[in-house]
């Protein structure tokens, strides 16, 4: 009699529990709750927005997308996106789900525990498929990926971008942005600071180091620039002259509001 009792505990508590997730948590309630968790999180700078958000078996989520933005602007949009609960984790003391979905045609994974941790992994995903990139240089090309730390309310971005291509003729205050092919670096966004942890570009002309910090939407930024001289033309000599620090190396400082587009 009591294994019955046991067997039938078993499988009465997670069907009790499936029957509330179905029918007693609306979606519009658990939308509502993660939004709100994102514009809570300690970095008011960033909220989330989600549509068609239905539920799946076993408390999995599916929404056509998620859209993030940046100081009210749109800043990263995820489609086709699917989270499930990993019960794994429980044996860790925390409840965590796995995450799916696209960004562009490229692929996201990862793994979020409450209340906020975790990781995010990007790989592939074009460039102008980033609307808060395309926001401030609107003819780019290329892809990048990135591995994305989360803890609290802090996020940290390690990216590559291996074919980086930039012709974007309005963005001046980068001097030789177009000639850049290769992009790598760490970024550190918290609260309404972003900080350049590490930034470097290589190209046919050259490398650079971007380093410095953007808080409230001004960029307090330097551009270290090591050209390759006999590569540049006399009007790219000239643009660069004037931040000369000693032969083949130049300091450009970028001290402005970020772009309003």
Not at 174 to 193: D, E, Y
Request: charged residues 25%; positive net charge.
């Amino acid at each position: 009699m009591k294994f019955r009792h046991i067997i039938y505990t078993a499988i009465s508590i997670p069907s009790f529990l499936i029957l509330i997730w179905f029918f007693a948590i609306p979606e519009n309630l658990i939308k509502e709750k993660v939004e709100g968790i994102i514009a809570k999180s300690g970095n008011r700078n960033i909220s989330l927005e989600i549509k068609q958000l239905r539920k799946g078996v076993f408390f999995s989520l599916n929404a056509e997308s998620l859209l993030i933005k940046l100081d009210g602007k749109d800043a990263l949009e995820i489609t086709d996106f699917h989270a499930r609960f990993a019960p794994g984790y429980l044996t860790e003391g925390t409840v965590a789900f796995k995450l799916k979905g696209k960004v562009g045609k490229g692929d996201l994974e990862g793994i979020i525990r409450l209340p906020a941790e975790g990781k995010i992994v990007i790989d592939s995903a074009a460039l102008d498929s980033i609307p808060y990139i395309t926001r401030f240089i609107t003819d780019i090309d290329g892809h990048f990926s990135s591995d994305i730390y989360i803890k609290d309310t802090t996020i940290k971005t390690e990216f590559k971008i291996p074919d980086l291509n930039i012709q974007d003729s309005a963005l001046t205050i980068i001097p030789l942005i177009n000639t850049f092919r290769k992009m790598q670096g760490a970024i550190t966004l918290k609260g309404n600071n972003i900080n350049i942890d590490s930034l470097s570009l290589e190209g046919e002309k050259g490398y650079a180091r971007l380093k410095g910090h953007i808080t409230n939407g001004l960029m307090d930024l330097y551009l270290e620039l090591m050209p390759a001289t006999n590569q540049l033309n006399a009007m790219e000599s000239m643009l660069i002259g004037k931040y000369i620090v000693s032969p083949g190396y130049y300091v450009v400082p970028i001290k402005r509001a970020m772009p309003n587009r």
